[in-house]
C-alpha cells in the first residue's frame, strides 16, 4: 500500500528530528529547506578556512539526540563526537572577577565560597526547587503536546506544584543572597530568549539538565551533527531538498493539504509539520481565512524573544587564557534586560556570550589560529533599529570591550569576519520580529499557551522546533518533535 505523504518544512533540529521520527512510523517524508543548506539556525558557515556555527553552540540532554539515532537502528557514537565540558561557562563580571559554572559538584561549592560561604545552604535548596523542576516540566510535560482543555487541566497540579507564577530570578534570590551568585544562578534562560526576571521558575531545570548531563561540544562543530541527522535521513530514503523556499501552505476544506513553492511548484501531502516559526508561518503561509485562533491580531499583540547580535571572526593567534564558552557581564543587569525586553531600546552598553570553540576543537580553524562568535542579546526588530547603519558602530563597541578585557590587540589578529543581526533573522530565517526564539517563553506562553504542535486552526498541520512546546533550545527542539510525534495519525 502506498505510504501516506509528510512534508516538512525546514531543517533545523526540530524539522530533521520530527523527518526522523515520521518516516519511522510509516511515512514517506519529504524536507523542503530554504537555504542552501540543510541546519535552519544551526547553519554552518564556512569562511577563510574557518567553521563558525550560526547557532546552537551548547548540546546538553543528549540522551535526546542517541534516541534519534536508535529509532534508526544506529548508535549516535558512530558518526559523532561529543567533548563534555569542564568547566561548563566561565561568568565573567564587569569587575574582572568570575565564576567557572563547574559539573564537579565540589567545585561549583568552591566557586560558591569564595564568593559568599553563607549562600551554600541556599544554593542546596535551589537544586532541591530545580531538579523538581526537571521531573516535572521536563520529563512529565516536555512531551505533552497539549492539545486540548483536559490537557492543560491536567497539568495544573504539576504547575500549582512548581509555584509556575513566580519567576526564576525570585526563586534564586529566595535561596541566595550575594548579587554576583544571584545572577550566576538565574541567566540560563537568556540561552533560550527569555528574561530571568519574567520566565516562569520551571526554567530552573536547565541547571538540573546541565547538572545530570553534562555540557557537551560536537566536534568537528554543531553542524555535524546536522550532518549526522540528515544521513539518518538519507539512508531511510529521505530526501532533504534545499534552496526550495515554501510559500504557501495549501489548505483545502480545513485541512492542509500540501505546499507550494516559491517558483510555483506545488507539491501534494497528507501532512504538513512546519519547523518554521510558527508566527511566520501562520502570519505568511497560511491564508488569514483558515485562522480563527491564530490571527494576525493575535500574532502581532503576542511578546516576542530578544534577538540576537552575532559576530563571527578569526585571529591569526590563539588566546590560550579564553575558555570554550564565557559569559561576559556588563555593568548592568537588570536595567539591560528591561531595555532589551521591555523598552526594545538598544543600549550603548551589553552583555557577551563569547564562544571559543577553537579551546576545544583545532579543526574548526586553521593551525595555529583561533575561531570566535560574541553574541550580544539585543532587542528585537520592535526598536525600530536600524541594523544597516547600526551594526558596524555597534561592532566596534563590541570589539573595544574585548580588547579591553579578555583578547587584548584583537584588532590587528583579525583575519576574517562576518556578522548577522536582527534584520537577518526576520529576512534569512523568516524569523517574525526577528525575535530569535519566537513567543518570550512567560508563562502565558508556555505550554499550552504557547503555539501548539498540533495547529488549533488547520487541520493536518504540526509544528515544531523553538516556538512551539516545549520551547527553545537544542533539548526543547527535541522535545517538541517529540510531542509531535504524538498526535500525529498512526500509519
Not at 533545523?12 to 537555504?35: M, N, P, Q, T
Not at 545552604?121 to 505533552?144: I, N, P, S, T
Not at 491580531?297 to 547580535?309: C, G, P, Q
Request: proline share 5%; aromatic share 10%.
Amino acid at each position: 500500500m502506498k505510504k501516506p505523504k509528510a512534508i516538512v518544512i525546514g531543517s533545523g533540529f526540530g524539522g530533521l528530528a520530527a523527518a526522523i521520527r515520521l518516516s519511522c512510523k510509516g511515512y514517506d517524508v519529504e524536507v523542503f529547506e530554504k537555504l542552501d543548506m540543510p541546519g535552519g539556525r544551526a547553519y554552518v558557515h564556512k569562511q577563510d578556512g574557518f567553521t563558525f556555527d550560526a547557532g546552537p553552540t551548547i548540546i546538553t540532554a543528549p540522551q535526546l539526540l542517541e534516541e534519534l539515532w536508535a529509532l534508526c537502528g544506529k548508535k549516535m557514537s558512530d558518526d559523532i563526537t561529543l567533548k563534555a565540558m569542564e568547566p561548563f561557562y566561565r561568568l565573567r563580571f564587569d569587575d574582572g572577577s568570575w565564576f567557572d559554572y563547574s559539573g564537579d559538584e565540589e567545585t561549583m561549592r568552591r566557586e560558591i565560597a569564595r564568593f559568599n560561604p553563607a549562600d551554600l545552604a541556599g544554593y542546596d535548596r535551589f537544586v532541591k526547587a530545580a531538579d523538581q523542576a526537571c521531573q516535572l516540566g521536563f520529563e512529565e510535560l516536555g512531551g505533552v503536546a497539549f492539545n486540548s482543555l483536559s490537557d492543560l487541566l491536567a497539568a495544573v497540579p504539576s504547575m500549582l506544584r512548581m509555584k509556575a507564577w513566580e519567576s526564576l530570578y525570585t526563586l534564586v534570590a529566595r535561596h541566595i543572597s550575594d548579587p554576583k551568585l544571584r545572577i550566576v544562578f538565574s541567566f540560563h534562560p537568556l540561552l533560550i530568549g527569555g528574561n530571568p526576571f519574567s520566565v516562569t521558575r520551571v526554567y530552573s531545570l536547565i541547571n538540573t539538565l546541565e547538572r545530570r548531563w553534562g555540557v557537551h561540544w560536537s566536534m568537528g562543530g554543531t553542524g555535524q551533527l546536522i550532518k549526522g541527522l540528515v544521513g539518518l535521513l538519507n539512508a531511510r530514503g529521505v530526501n532533504v531538498r534545499c534552496n526550495a523556499s515554501v510559500t504557501r501552505i495549501n489548505v483545502e476544506n480545513g485541512r492542509a493539504c500540501g505546499v507550494t513553492l516559491e517558483n510555483g511548484e506545488r507539491h501534494d501531502a497528507d501532512i504538513v509539520i512546519s519547523n518554521g516559526d510558527p508566527a511566520w508561518t501562520y502570519k505568511n503561509l497560511v491564508s488569514r481565512e483558515h485562522r480563527t485562533h491564530w490571527t494576525d491580531r493575535k500574532i502581532e499583540k503576542s511578546k516576542y524573544s530578544m534577538s540576537l547580535f552575532v559576530w563571527y571572526f578569526g585571529t591569526r593567534k590563539r588566546y590560550e587564557d579564553v575558555p570554550h564558552h564565557m559569559i561576559m557581564l556588563g555593568p548592568r543587569y537588570r536595567e539591560l534586560l528591561d531595555d532589551i525586553f521591555k523598552k526594545h531600546h538598544l543600549a550603548d552598553d551589553f552583555s557577551l556570550y563569547l564562544h571559543r570553540p577553537s579551546a576545544s576543537d583545532p579543526s574548526v580553524a586553521p593551525e595555529g589560529h583561533d575561531a570566535f562568535y560574541v553574541l550580544a542579546p539585543v532587542p528585537h526588530l520592535g526598536s525600530n533599529t536600524d541594523w544597516k547603519s547600526r551594526a558596524e558602530p555597534f561592532r566596534q563597541l563590541v570589539q573595544s570591550y574585548l580588547e579591553k578585557t579578555v583578547l587584548p590587540n584583537l584588532g590587528r589578529e583579525i583575519v576574517t569576519s562576518k556578522l548577522m543581526t536582527p534584520q537577518d533573522f526576520h529576512d534569512r530565517l523568516w524569523s517574525y520580529k526577528g525575535a530569535a526564539f519566537g513567543l518570550e517563553p512567560i508563562l502565558l506562553q508556555s505550554a499550552s499557551f504557547r503555539f501548539h504542535n498540533r495547529s488549533e486552526d488547520v487541520d493536518s498541520l504540526y509544528m515544531v522546533g523553538a516556538g512551539t512546546h516545549p520551547g527553545a533550545g537544542v533539548p526543547g527542539v527535541l522535545m517538541s518533535a517529540k510531542a509531535m510525534s504524538t498526535v500525529v495519525p498512526n500509519v
